[in-house]
Nanobody, 122 residues
Framework: VQLQASGGGVVQAGGSLRLSCAAS????????MGWFRQAPGKEREFVAR????????NYPDSVKGRFTISRDNAKNTVYLQMNSLKPEDTAVYYC????????????????WGQGTLVTVSS
């Protein structure tokens, strides 16, 4: 599976961005999809995950209520809608795919995209 993330950019605090992650390969629809982020000097952080059917999503408290993950299996694409962005959301955002069910630990994911930079100015 190859993952291509896009949609990053520069936005003012309080603004919104929508990230997309297009996947190629037959295994896209077989497992959990996730978004992670990594700010300079920090470890990679879990942002959101969604199960195969889209029926279950999870977020850490830091983004809950502001970010929404969704997926379109017919288009092999997963999205991350980010609202009410804060400067602390600034990071490189990565999408990831698991062959099966996965939680928020990045070690559970088998495939990673190249990342897209989100910069939130104050």
């Amino acid at each position: 599976v190859q993952l291509q993330a896009s949609g990053g950019g520069v936005v003012q605090a309080g603004g919104s961005l929508r990230l997309s992650c297009a996947a190629s390969g037959r295994t896209f629809s077989s497992g959990t999809m996730g978004w992670f982020r990594q700010a300079p000097g920090k470890e990679r952080e879990f942002v959101a995950r969604i199960t195969l059917s889209g029926g279950s999503t999870n977020y850490p408290d830091s983004v809950k209520g502001r970010f929404t993950i969704s997926r379109d299996n017919a288009k092999n694409t997963v999205y991350l809608q980010m609202n009410s962005l804060k400067p602390e959301d600034t990071a490189v955002y990565y999408c990831a795919a698991a062959r099966g069910v996965a939680a928020g630990n990045p070690g559970w994911y088998d495939y990673w995209g190249q990342g897209t930079l989100v910069t939130v100015s104050s």
